[in-house]
């Protein structure tokens, strides 16, 4: 499967596209974008568009682009703390039933609600 980079810019009720050595096309929301690249390649190249894969790089401004950019990684970084936290209680979970105490002990312990640590025993 061939990658290409596909530049989309706003400018005003849609977005440019793109293409190094294939040019330019459109599309009416970043949504479709990806779709409307594979199809624009597909044809200039006259292959199947099962044979494109695109890497969509929307740009608006350098400061709004930045500020993108940032809440991505915000987000990302909020995810994966999410994913640390919840093995983190499953282990603890886990171990503080082996040590005998009860649900109601351990959520009071944990700080979370018992129904929280009911399913976590459940998994």
């Given amino acids: 499967m061939a990658l290409y980079e596909v ?3 706003k400018w005003q009720n849609a977005w440019e596209l793109r293409v190094e050595g294939l040019g330019l096309t459109w599309s009416p929301t970043l949504i479709d974008a990806e ?3 594979r199809e624009h390649i597909a044809s200039s190249l006259g292959v199947s568009e099962g ?3 695109v890497d969509l790089v929307p740009r608006v401004s350098d400061e709004l682009d930045q500020l993108a950019l940032e809440a991505r990684r915000t ?7 999410q994913r640390v936290a ?3 209680a499953r282990e603890a979970v886990a171990r503080l039933t082996d040590a005998g105490l009860s649900p ?3 959520s009071r312990f944990l ?11 459940e998994q």
């Fill in 7 to 9: 530049h989309a810019r």
């Fill in 35 to 37: 779709s409307r690249a």
């Fill in 51 to 53: 044979s494109i894969h």
């Fill in 75 to 81: 987000v990302h970084e909020a995810e994966e703390a």
């Fill in 86 to 88: 919840a093995a983190k």
């Fill in 104 to 106: 109601a002990d351990i």
């Fill in 111 to 121: 700080g979370l609600p018992q129904e929280r640590i009911t399913r976590l025993t």
